[in-house]
């Protein structure tokens, strides 16, 4: 059995509180020792491990882990996942990444999973099941469609069966879908909260409707009992709606509600020219022109809308992957820096092209937040390991402590950045280092060295920090300090309980009539 010492650098690993220079030793692809510098048996190892990798003047972090992305597909001749995106994650940093969200599954979770371990890939993989997929393998693909009973019921088996199979959660994409109905999301809900696992919803509505569609969210994880991840908080309410969307939520979490938010640093969104976030209602909320939006695929890549263009590419190729500039970026510094919201890329592909996030998120958050001082290194590092790996309930990822998995991601702080950009998707970024999975180096200044050594990620038990209770109050569970937000929210938008009073179980509002 191998053994590799890491030596020389500024270990920095959030979910210990350490943030010094420590030696940190591999073995049989598990964390074995931390050991001090100077010591005794570091000098021995020096001689002795059957790798040595000098990190002078660099950090040592766990692995970093991405909440938020949407997986490569399945090539089902080969039986192998497509290697797009999950060889961008790898350039990041990212050793485990999450995909499934937005309700999407490119098809049966469990065979991906299946074809991961037996294949490996360039990261470790787990995924959400996703809502619309589900809703699809029970009849029905129309996204207004309305499911009967029979159908909610068939849609829940198919969720068991791919929770079971590991599965680390459901995931929802209630504006793609907008048929959805109050009972799908509390059935499937329900589901993940009886197994600990999380609810991720790309909620119903953005800009100024984003305040009702958070309230949903917040009803449904306390009908069903679940722990629940607002998805990309920047592009839903990162047109002038963020302060006060925070504070709303710093209501609901105040209220013992299990909610949290993941944000990509970017103030451009990406989605296909399909999507209902385009449809005439939708897309005037946003106050913009046609020529907002980059086309990023197809005949007219590189080029940004015309009316027309727009009107014959939504008609003709409505999966046309876009970029739409409307968001603000201060808006999305705010979302960055509050406690409850960590990293999540959102991370879309299709062969090269697609929104530069996919390949940029996670060095640019770093150069942006970390490198500049906007916020602690540790705290910074904290959105990007520790608090995903704990949310999602993986006990052995997001941490360098002993009996952890041996994912390590070395980055040189003071050179870290991004290259990708809305030209050039997927540039590979600057100042990562060197990667380990499992142990094994996967990457080493900027070449991928082996892109099979991830597996896929599998939900074993109830594990999620805070997951319901019967009724869906939570209390006990970790709330963030106070934001000291003024609050702009009136109590009646919001319905919870005066200030003065304590607390009651009981839901923050009634359902948004969908």
């Known amino acids: 059995m191998s053994r590799t010492l890491i030596h020389g650098g500024r270990l920095v690993d959030p979910a210990q509180g350490i943030d010094r220079p420590l030696e940190l030793v591999l073995e049989g692809g598990r964390v074995r020792e931390l050991l001090e510098p100077g010591s005794e048996a570091a000098a021995h190892l020096q001689k002795t491990a059957d790798c040595v990798i000098d990190a002078t003047g660099l950090i040592v972090a766990p692995g970093f882990v991405d909440i938020h992305m949407h997986e490569d597909p399945l090539d089902e001749a080969q039986g192998r996942p497509v290697q797009n995106i999950s060889l961008t994650m790898l350039k990041m940093g990212v050793t485990t990444a999450v995909g499934g969200n937005c309700g999407n599954n490119y098809g049966p979770p469990a065979a991906w999973l299946d074809a991961a371990d037996r294949e490996g890939v360039a990261v470790n993989q787990a995924l959400l099941a996703g809502h619309t997929w589900l809703r699809a393998a029970c009849g029905q693909e129309d996204i207004r469609g309305r499911v009967d009973d029979d159908t909610v019921a068939a849609m829940t088996r198919l969720g068991e069966?791919?929770?079971?199979?590991?599965?680390?959660?459901?995931?929802?994409?209630?504006?793609?879908?907008?048929?959805?109905?109050?009972?799908?999301?509390?059935?499937?809900?329900?589901?993940?909260?009886?197994?600990?696992?999380?609810?991720?919803?790309?909620?119903?509505?953005?800009?100024?409707?984003?305040?009702?569609?958070?309230?949903?969210?917040?009803?449904?994880?306390?009908?069903?009992?679940?722990?629940?991840?607002?998805?990309?908080?920047?592009?839903?309410?990162?047109?002038?709606?963020?302060?006060?969307?925070?504070?709303?939520?710093?209501?609901?979490?105040?209220?013992?509600?299990?909610?949290?938010?993941?944000?990509?640093?970017?103030?451009?969104f990406s989605t296909t020219l399909g999507a209902t976030t385009y449809d005439a209602e939708n897309f005037a909320a946003y106050r913009a022109g046609y020529d907002r939006i980059l086309l990023c695929d197809g005949e007219f890549a590189g080029q940004r809308c015309t009316e027309a263009l727009f009107h014959k590419l939504r008609a003709e190729a409505p999966g046309t992957l876009t970029v739409g500039y409307f968001m603000n970026q201060e808006e999305v510094d705010l979302a960055l820096e509050a406690p409850f919201v960590m990293l999540g890329s959102d991370g879309l592909l299709n062969g090269s092209q697609g929104h530069p996030r996919a390949a940029g998120a996670f060095p640019r958050f770093l150069r942006r937040y970390a490198a500049s001082g906007r916020l602690p290194l540790k705290e910074a590092l904290a959105k990007i390991t520790s608090m995903p790996a704990e949310r999602l309930g993986l006990k052995r990822k997001g941490s360098l402590a002993v009996g952890c998995d041996a994912d390590v991601t070395i980055f040189d702080l003071a050179t870290v950045a991004d290259r990708a950009d809305y030209e050039h998707p997927v540039l590979p970024p600057e100042g990562i280092r060197r990667v380990l999975i499992a142990g094994e180096t996967a990457l080493a200044d900027g070449e991928v060295r082996s892109a099979r050594l991830g597996r896929a990620v599998r939900s074993g038990g109830p594990s999620v920090t805070g997951a319901g209770r019967p009724g869906g109050f939570f209390a006990g569970s970790k709330l963030s300090p106070a934001r000291g937000l003024k609050s702009h929210l009136p109590y009646d938008m919001i319905k919870t309980s005066p200030p003065a009073a304590a607390p009651q179980p009981g839901p923050p509002g009634g359902w948004t009539a969908v």
Request: charged share 25%; hydrophobic share 40%.
């Open 161 to 268: 069966e791919a929770l079971e199979a590991g599965c680390v959660g459901i995931s929802f994409g209630v504006k793609y879908v907008p048929g959805t109905r109050r009972e799908e999301i509390t059935a499937l809900s329900r589901l993940a909260a009886r197994r600990g696992r999380l609810v991720t919803s790309h909620v119903r509505n953005d800009v100024d409707g984003v305040f009702d569609a958070c309230r949903e969210l917040s009803e449904m994880a306390f009908e069903s009992g679940a722990a629940v991840q607002f998805s990309h908080i920047g592009s839903m309410g990162g047109y002038g709606q963020m302060e006060r969307l925070l504070d709303q939520i710093e209501r609901y979490r105040s209220m013992g509600v299990d909610m949290m938010a993941d944000c990509y640093p970017y103030d451009a």
